[in-house]
């Protein structure tokens, strides 16, 4: 069956934080590097925090 919406939602804000943060490294903007991380952090610790595993999503998503 696949993940509740809501979950997915969560993953997705951070594969967008994730892509973000590579992102702003390229650029090699110290502040958009430091609002990048926060923002990856904090999705990071709500999906955590909600039980939704963004390792193992990530993992998928460097396989498929």
């Known amino acids: 069956m696949?993940?509740?919406v809501f979950a997915e939602a969560l993953l997705e804000r951070?594969?967008?934080a994730r892509a973000a943060l590579e992102?702003?490294?390229e650029s090699e903007d110290a502040?958009?590097?430091a609002v990048a991380e926060d923002?990856?952090?904090d999705a990071v610790r709500v999906a955590r925090g909600?039980?939704?595993d963004v390792e193992e999503d990530q993992m998928e998503t460097?396989?498929?």
Request: proline share 5%; hydrophobic share 35%.
């Open 39 to 41: 923002e990856l952090d």
């Open 23 to 25: 992102e702003a490294l």
């Open 62 to 64: 460097e396989e498929g």
């Open 50 to 52: 909600l039980g939704v």
């Open 31 to 33: 502040y958009s590097v």
């Open 2 to 4: 696949g993940r509740p």
């Open 14 to 16: 951070v594969r967008q």
